[in-house]
């Protein structure tokens, strides 16, 4: 994947996060609450850290541009640093669909910075 100048092998952007607080806490479950800590590297080097408290608030049918789902609305609040002095409370929506096993929309408000990502076309493996 090519972002900017920036080249990301896909095989750095797919592998499973290794935590004690991974994003997901299986199995999921309405009502369920927990911490997510990550810590990371970007690809100039800066490091930081999140530290959020995760809640699963429903599971229901979603709407997406790519069809509709149900899925797991998981709410993340908490903090956003790095080492070049970045700090910014931020609360993210995820909607997870076991379906896919992957989310179909991440909704990130992180200072001023608003953040929607959505999965618009989506077919079953044969």
Same mark, same amino acid.
């Given at each position: 994947?090519?972002?900017?100048?920036?080249? =990301?092998?896909?095989?750095?952007?797919?592998?499973?996060?290794?935590?004690?607080?991974?994003?997901?806490?299986?199995?999921?479950?309405?009502?369920?609450?927990?911490?997510?800590?990550?810590?990371?590297?970007?690809?100039?080097?800066?490091?930081?850290?999140?530290?959020?408290?995760?809640?699963?608030?429903?599971?229901?049918?979603?709407?997406?541009?790519?069809?509709?789902?149900?899925?797991?609305?998981?709410?993340?609040?908490?903090?956003?640093?790095?080492?070049?002095?970045?700090?910014?409370?931020?609360?993210?929506?995820?909607?997870?669909?076991?379906?896919?096993?992957?989310? =179909?929309?991440?909704?990130?408000?992180?200072?001023?910075?608003?953040?929607?990502?959505?999965? =618009?076309?989506?077919?079953?493996?044969?």
């Amino acid at each position: 994947m090519t972002i900017g100048k920036d080249t =990301i092998p896909v095989t750095d952007i797919v592998k499973p996060e290794k935590s004690e607080t991974p994003r997901y806490d299986w199995p999921l479950e309405v009502g369920k609450k927990r911490k997510y800590e990550n810590n990371w590297t970007s690809q100039d080097g800066t490091t930081g850290n999140q530290s959020q408290d995760a809640e699963i608030l429903s599971y229901q049918e979603e709407t997406v541009e790519a069809g509709t789902f149900m899925a797991y609305t998981i709410e993340y609040t908490g903090k956003t640093t790095n080492s070049r002095g970045y700090s910014a409370d931020e609360k993210e929506i995820w909607l997870y669909a076991p379906a896919i096993k992957n989310f =179909i929309k991440l909704t990130q408000n992180q200072g001023d910075l608003l953040y929607v990502e959505e999965l =618009i076309e989506y077919s079953k493996p044969e």
